[in-house]
């Protein structure tokens, strides 16, 4: 049987497109109909907010190690944070938690290797695009990166926060987007990183100005790697 995933979820679309993810591609690996067992808990979005716009990385922790003690007693094996921003805080968690995770921004550098990529734009909201997160993953891997522009940083959060989170996807805010991957794109960049989790939603390879890597489903599919290899390992 492949070991049970645990979701620590953030905020709900993103976390319910890696839910769906996992439950509709399990079918390749395991079968018509199968997937391994999944467990999710979310907090209120407000809980997480009020310690982001504070710059409280240790309050996040807190809530997603509750939500990581929580799902190991109901017998998930490991863990995945369907948000890119809230893994500014897993170095409080990682220490104290019950159960390892997966790190999203270890998976898409992974996948960048494989496919051949040098230089990721990265698009996300304000906190993660000015954090560390993915340039020294990336970095780790040879892989450069570039941000959006302060002015850009602010026109991404907006959609994201005011639109996005909430499951509201208008035709502006897929051109915000094309037009922030078209400035990357002219800088030198062979393709994007969707580093918030609702932008899949609104954006893929057919309407970016160049290939993506998909934060969200990448979690999902290294998720259901490992559920899938964890159970076939020698005990």
């Known amino acids: 049987m492949a070991c049970h995933i645990g979701i620590v979820g953030c905020s709900a679309e993103g976390a319910a497109l890696c839910y769906r993810t996992i439950c509709v591609e399990g079918a390749q690996l395991l079968g018509a109909h199968a997937h391994p067992e999944v467990s999710m808990h979310t907090p209120s979005l407000a809980d997480y907010m009020k310690h982001i716009y504070r710059g409280d990385w240790r309050g996040v922790g807190e809530l997603m190690l ?10 998930a094996d490991f863990l995945i944070c369907p948000d890119n921003t809230i893994h500014q805080a897993l170095r409080y968690v990682e220490p104290l938690s019950p159960l390892p995770w997966l790190h999203i921004a270890e998976v898409v550098a992974a996948e960048a290797v494989d496919r051949g990529l040098r230089r990721l734009g990265l698009t996300g909201t304000r906190w993660l695009v000015e954090s560390e997160i993915y340039p020294e993953k990336l970095a780790a891997h040879g892989l450069e990166c570039v941000r959006p522009s302060a002015a850009e940083r602010d026109e991404i959060n907006r959609v994201i926060m005011e639109d996005l989170v909430y ?3 208008r035709p502006e805010a897929a051109a915000c987007f094309q037009r922030v991957i078209g400035r990357m794109r002219d800088a030198g960049c062979d393709a994007v990183v969707l580093g918030c989790t609702e932008i899949p939603l609104i954006m893929n390879d057919s ?3 160049l290939p993506t890597l998909d934060s969200t489903r990448l979690l999902a599919r290294a998720a259901l790697r490992r559920a899938v290899q964890g159970a076939a390992a020698p005990a």
């Open 66 to 75: 509750s939500s990581a003690n929580k799902l190991a007693n109901i017998g």
């Open 167 to 169: 499951g509201v996807f």
């Open 207 to 209: 309407n970016s100005p």
